[in-house]
């Protein structure tokens, strides 16, 4: 099939390098003509592990443009993947979703089905189709879908290749029929709703994971407080085939580009309809404090840290990507640094992201060993690879005094006992 995709972010570029893979003839549109380039070179501009493989064996297949009437105007499927960032109330801001309807309105010759990937609050899609029918320059039948993506970063290449399910939202026989076409060459589970139900799943799976994690984020801080230890009580919780041992693991909260906004989106959507949802409020309030952790530990060893020396390994909100957005490391660092600290970072591929945010304030270290020399304090925000196969030896020897505060567990307990490091994670005892 001719395929259009509307923006080139982790959702856009990863379905249209996929949709590619299954055979479609695909077009991405971007506004950003460097970024369009880059593409056109082969070069991904995310950082997503196997993105860029991917991209390469498939190239004559996939077309980038900023011509977006020229890739809208005989698409038979156009899916749109652009953002839906916060407002300040919460809301989700769906103007980006607008101007692409309004686009493909007036570039559209042939009858198609406007897929929305975008994650926008229930009813979306209905005022979209109604938008785009009125907006029609050309005599053509058009439907929209609604077709929720369950990606993660880090992970999004196989989520898309071998998801649980594809979750399918349409209005008609034939909207469903284009929809099993797209995906034909996929062997996974669909469920087919109505709209609004396909943008309820979104939401409600979405905003449960958020709630598991909120939920034994709790439970370890009151561990932390009984002598309990977290991970035992999360093996023992988990192998319960009714709860399930995913996203039962202590740390620092969430973050990223999903689990914050679609939580606050739904808060406010379920507000606006006084029909608030207080287990949503209550992991939204959950996370904020968690992401806090490791400052309110520091603070336990240090009366002051004026002029201490932080090493900090991690910067992103999770291991294999290099995305910022709602990480620890954006609440945590300001503060060390406005207590005076001096702070070392290291990130394998976050840092140049930081770097446009702190340019001088923070200096960044090329391996995890200089973050480390010399250190007062060890914070760890991020589980990359390279950290968790760090040995407690490398800690005593390094730093000037041996104190890790752990924000993702990364190691067993019993790696720190009796090493002369001083090993505090989330929700189990204190080693030393």
Not at 127 to 154: D, T, W, Y
Request: with cysteine; charged share 25%; net charge negative.
């Amino acid at each position: 099939m001719k395929i259009a995709i509307a923006g080139t972010g982790y959702v856009g570029l990863v379905t249209g390098v996929v949709l590619a893979h299954l055979g479609h003839q695909v077009t991405c549109v971007d506004v950003d003509e460097k970024k369009v380039e880059t593409m056109r070179r082969g070069i991904s501009p995310i950082y997503e592990p196997g993105l860029e493989e991917l991209m390469a064996a498939n190239m004559e297949r996939l077309t980038f443009t900023t011509d977006y009437a020229a890739a809208y105007r005989d698409a038979e499927v156009i899916f749109i993947g652009v953002g839906t960032p916060e407002k300040k109330d919460g809301s989700a801001n769906l103007s980006y979703v607008n101007q692409v309807i309004r686009q493909i309105a007036a570039s559209l010759e042939r009858d198609a089905v406007v897929v929305v990937k975008s994650t926008v609050p229930i009813g979306t899609n209905d005022k979209l189709e109604q938008l785009l029918r009125a907006s029609l320059v050309h005599p053509v039948q058009v439907e929209l879908a609604s077709n929720p993506e369950f990606l993660s970063q880090g992970t999004a290449v196989r989520d898309t290749l071998h998801a649980a399910r594809i979750v399918i939202g349409v209005e008609s026989e034939h909207a469903e029929a284009v929809m099993r076409t797209v995906y034909a060459g996929l062997d996974q589970p669909i469920v087919v709703t109505n709209r609004r139900s396909a943008e309820m799943i979104k939401y409600a799976s979405n905003d449960f994971l958020a709630l598991k994690i909120s939920y034994i984020n709790e439970i370890a801080n009151l561990c932390e407080l009984l002598g309990a230890n977290i991970q035992d009580v999360a093996r023992g919780m988990g192998l319960d085939p009714r709860i399930g041992d995913r996203f039962l693991n202590a740390g620092i909260g969430y973050g990223g580009s999903c689990f914050p906004k679609d939580t606050k989106a739904l808060h406010w959507v379920s507000n606006y309809y006084d029909r608030e949802l207080k287990t949503i409020k209550a992991a939204i309030e959950v996370n904020d404090r968690q992401k806090l952790l490791l400052v309110k530990k520091a603070r336990k060893y240090y009366d002051s840290l004026e002029g201490k020396k932080i090493a900090v390994l991690g910067l992103t909100f999770k291991p294999e990507t290099d995305d910022l957005r709602e990480a620890p490391s954006l609440v945590n660092i300001p503060i060390l640094l406005d207590d005076g600290a001096q702070v070392y970072a290291w990130d394998p591929v976050g840092e140049t992201n930081y770097r446009k945010l702190y340019p001088e304030e923070v200096t960044y270290c090329p391996s995890i060993e200089q973050a480390l020399e010399g250190a007062d304090l060890c914070l760890i925000f991020t589980e990359w690879a390279d950290v968790k196969a760090l040995k407690a030896e490398t800690f005593r020897t390094l730093m000037k005094t041996p104190i890790v505060l752990d924000g993702r567990n990364c190691f067993p307990l019993k790696c720190f006992e009796g090493s002369g490091v001083t090993y505090d994670s989330v929700g189990r005892p204190t080693v030393h």
